[in-house]
């Protein structure tokens, strides 16, 4: 396996049930990040791992909840959720450099998982 | 706050001829990159092209470059030679301190 991998690539779920989305990378980076990707609207940041560590959490409901083990794997635990968060949640990794802008940290996406929430 | 805005949300090319996507950002940042990424049908996102803000000089990878304007805060992307491949949703994004701020998004049609 190559580049950042999720799993499941499709899911469909009734608004009671509890699923994971998981996300791996193998590209050795140090940061990983939680998007949603809606049509006609901006990627939104869900959360950030830098380190294993959560450093944003962009006013995200409860129903969403990520877990970061390891520097390589990324959950988004998700339960009871809405329709509306239908969308496609894409995963994406980085090499977070230390000293901010200077060390520019492209990101590299996974392919995503396309939710619809019934 | 930071704002990335793409106001074409869709755009049509003829195979082989030339198309320029808009992207405008406002920031009170001096230094930051910003970014052109694409998003191909059912496929993932890559990097097409980035920018340091601290460089004039536009960046260019093959058939894509930018014209990149710090003080109007615009970067475009220009595709020349456009081929079929090239259809895609393309997405401008900006990062400065520590955060990527993504625009709504251009898709792009190559008509053969």
């Known amino acids: 396996e190559t580049g950042v991998t999720q799993t499941p690539r499709h899911l469909v779920m009734g608004m009671t049930n509890k699923k994971s989305l998981k996300c791996e990378q193998h590209l050795g980076h140090n940061a990983m990040y939680w998007y949603k990707q809606s049509a006609k609207k901006p990627l939104e940041l869900m959360f950030v791992?830098?380190?294993?560590?959560?450093?944003e959490n962009n006013s995200v409901p409860s129903r969403f909840s990520p877990e970061c083990p390891n520097s390589s794997h990324l959950f988004l635990h998700l339960h009871t959720l809405q329709p509306e968060d239908s969308a496609l949640y894409l995963c994406?990794?980085?090499?977070?450099?230390?000293?901010?802008?200077?060390?520019?940290?492209?990101?590299?996406f996974g392919p995503g998982t396309r939710l619809t929430v019934l | 706050a930071q704002t990335v805005t793409q106001s074409q949300p869709e755009m049509s090319v003829q195979e082989a001829e030339t198309v320029t996507l808009s992207c405008t950002y406002d920031t009170s940042e001096s230094d930051y990159y910003l970014f052109w990424y694409k998003q191909p049908p059912s496929r993932q996102m890559i990097l097409v092209i980035r920018q340091e803000a601290y460089k004039q000089q536009n960046a260019t990878e093959n058939r894509f470059s930018v014209n990149f304007q710090k003080a109007a805060k615009s970067f475009s992307l220009k595709i020349s030679d456009s081929q079929l491949g090239d259809a895609a949703m393309y997405f401008c994004?900006?990062?400065?301190?520590?955060?990527?701020?993504f625009g709504t998004g251009t898709r792009l049609k190559v008509l053969a």
């Open positions: 994406a990794s980085s090499q977070e450099r230390s000293g901010g802008v200077g060390s520019y940290n492209e990101q590299f």
């Open positions: 791992y830098n380190f294993k560590e959560q450093t």
């Open positions: 994004a900006y990062l400065g301190t520590y955060k990527y701020i």
